[in-house]
């Protein structure tokens, strides 16, 4: 059967497709105006002294890491409930991810969790299967916390552990821009926080993302590495450090700033069709849904997941779905269990229940901020009928 909604859709308007045009037409497509701009408009928008473009999230957190002096022999404390860059990010860096499990309402890193990872480091204890020896706690060098989904992790909690344990905080806000916990936005907490733009994303650039910090240090080794290791501050042409090409064209960069600009309206569209989706299942046994916790001030709506509960199979459930046309989608599979980690670290089930259990129960329906009312009901109508058919 043909697709009756997108899964996902960017927030595109005519203004948007204009800003473009004319960087296009100017010739002029890489490290000029543009780009400056959105960096400007983005720190402003954050209240955060510096913001650095890259080409995706997932660049921007390798280089968060690499300029945070994190490398080969270190380790990073991250979920394993999230998308897969998280992870990835930190072996590009050349660091391990040690995982800790996530809270069960909100999916986000539980901080209980990971303050009792960090004493098990302490007391010797051995963290990962494949490893032998005890992991040295100085090699310990950053939490990774993930704001799933839009919602904000536990701050007040994480900041408490990373302090306790004079751990920086990186913040992986690549599903949250926009969401604030008890007022104060996302991005704002950790020494370094990076965002993506991709086009499912709360705003796009097509591809890329930005990193932002107060520390003029770690944003001119974050410019550098984005541009082949060079140096900043030269007139000419001089390469101090082994860099990348992670650079945002002006394309990308044109759009990111007139998204930026109504950046407002994009959310207020989202929370919309979420209140849509809210007000059909709210009362919708045997599904939950993940509405703001109680220090959520701006739920930043990422993706529109909703947990299964009884006995319903998700994979079912998504299969039934796609045979009324409507796309779903298994959010997230849990990291630890994909193939490359469970073979390089041996992982087994087990290792993180709560990740695992809404990583099997959770299924993300069809979401945007362009999404109808009617699209809505089509979902919400085809869901019903599956369930229906499924719960005995
Ligand atoms: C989107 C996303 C990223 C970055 O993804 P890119 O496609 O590289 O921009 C990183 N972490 C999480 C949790 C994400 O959802």
Redesign the pocket.
Known sequence: MDIRVPMANADIDEVDVERVAAVVASGRLSLGPALVDFENAFAEFLGRKHAVAVS????G?HVGFLASGIGPGDFVITSPF??I??ANSVLHAGATPLFVDVEESDGNMDAKATEGLISKIQNGEKVLRRWDDAIDIEKVKALLP?H?WGEPIDVEAMAKVADDNSLPVIE?A??ALGATYRGQLVGTFGRLAVF???PN?QMTTG???MIVTDDDELADVCRSLRNQGRDTTDEWLSYSRLGYNFRMDEMSAALGLSQLQKFDRLLDRRQRVADWYGERLGELSPITLFNAGPNTTRKSWFVYPVQLGGDLDRDDVIRELRDRGIPSRPYFPAIHLENYYARRFGYRPGDYPVAERLGATCVALPFSGVMTEEQVEVVVEALLEVLAQLVQ
């Open positions: 995706s999230g997932t660049a957190l999230s998308f860059a998280s993930v799933v992986d690549c599903e993506g733009f991709y994303k591809e890329g993302g």
